[in-house]
């Protein structure tokens, strides 16, 4: 079994990936056991950032690595939160602030159009000029409260309507495989069956 470095530290994208990564034999190892700081995220696009946080861990390590970035993007305020999903509220990180952020932000907006997007990024080493690259999305519409006690970030608040139910309202049985996460994933994981690490 191979060993991957996953570039993060958010116990719920640990718990999400543990749980898809179960089906593969490579060993994902969060970069915490190993010691490896957070990276930081100073650009203003998914796909920059997660590479940045990708070559971080695999060079702290010496080992593949992979990362995402990954955010909620609302048409209505111009696509924020986006990168700065997981401050949006400010510091120290807190679902709840960025929730309630959020929701003051759009007031009694009736554009509540929403999306969850995500980028991963896997780098065999540092230096690998060719980075494997995914991307997933999903569509939704923000409420006007939460409903629901499971997933993150701002899973009470993304209705999917074609479900009836808020993301935080799913089993991960039910949202794993149709998240942004989810899709990047299965889109990652259909071109590591073509290369390999």
Known sequence: MKQLVLASNNAG???????????VDIELVPQGQLGVSEAEEPHCT???NALAKARHASRAT?????????????????????????RYGGEPK???????????ELGQSTDRRAFY???LVLVRSADDPRPLIAEGRIDGVLLYAPR??????????????????????????????I??????????LARLA????
């Open 13 to 23: 994208k640990l718990r999400e990936f543990a749980r898809l990564f179960a089906q």
């Open 46 to 48: 998914f796909i920059e």
């Open 62 to 86: 010496g080992l593949p690595a992979l990362a995402d970035d990954s955010g909620l993007c609302v048409p209505a305020l111009g696509g924020a939160p986006g990168v700065y999903s997981a």
């Open 94 to 104: 807190s679902d709840a602030r960025n929730n309630e952020k959020l929701l003051a």
């Open 117 to 119: 997007y995500a980028v």
């Open 148 to 177: 629901g006690e499971g997933g993150f970030g701002y899973d009470p608040l993304f209705w999917l309507p074609q479900l009836g139910k808020t993301a935080a309202e799913l089993t991960p049985e039910q949202k794993n495989p």
């Open 179 to 188: 998240s942004h996460r989810g899709r990047a994933l299965a889109a990652l």
């Open 194 to 197: 073509e290369e390999s690490l």
